[in-house]
C-alpha cells in the first residue's frame, strides 16, 4: 500500500505516473510512425501494376523517385496530454498524381489502373501493431 503525506504529495505521484505513461505512448508512437513510413516506402517499391509488370518488368511504381522520396514518418508530439503521430506524404511535397496512384483510377488510353494502396496498407497494418503495443502497457 501507498501512503500520500496530503493532497500535493498525490497530486505530484499522479502527475509522475501520466508522465511517464505519456512518454511511453509517445515512444511507441514515434516507433510506429517510422515503422509505418517504411512499410509504405516498401508498398510503393513492390507494388507494380500487371501492365507495368508486363511491359516494362518494374515491381513498384518508382519512375523519378518523387513519390517514394516525399514519404515521411515524424516522431510523436505530446501537447496538453495527448499524444499525435504522422507518416505519409509531406503534405508540401504531396503531387495530385500519388493520390491518383494510390486510390487508382481510368487512364484515358492505358485503361483502368489499379490502387497501390500504400498508405492505406500500411496505416491498416501499424495500426493493429500500434494498438496491441499499447495494450500492453494496462
Known sequence: MVKFAGADALRAHMSGLSRNLEDEVAAITTE???DGKELMKRHIATRATPKVRQYEGRDGR????VM???????????ENGKVTG????KPSEALN??????AGFTHKTAGDVEPMHA?????VSI???W???LEKLK
Not at 517514394?68 to 505530446?78: C, E, L, R
Not at 498508405?119 to 496505416?123: E, N, W
Open 97 to 102: 498524381y500519388f493520390w491518383y496512384q494510390e
Open 32 to 34: 510506429a510512425m517510422s
Open 86 to 89: 504522422k507518416f505519409g506524404w
Open 62 to 65: 518508382i519512375v523519378t523517385s
Open 119 to 123: 498508405l492505406f496498407d500500411a496505416f
Open 131 to 133: 494498438v496491441h503495443k
Open 68 to 78: 517514394i522520396n516525399s514519404v515521411s514518418g515524424d516522431p510523436a508530439v505530446k
Open 127 to 129: 495500426r493493429e501493431e
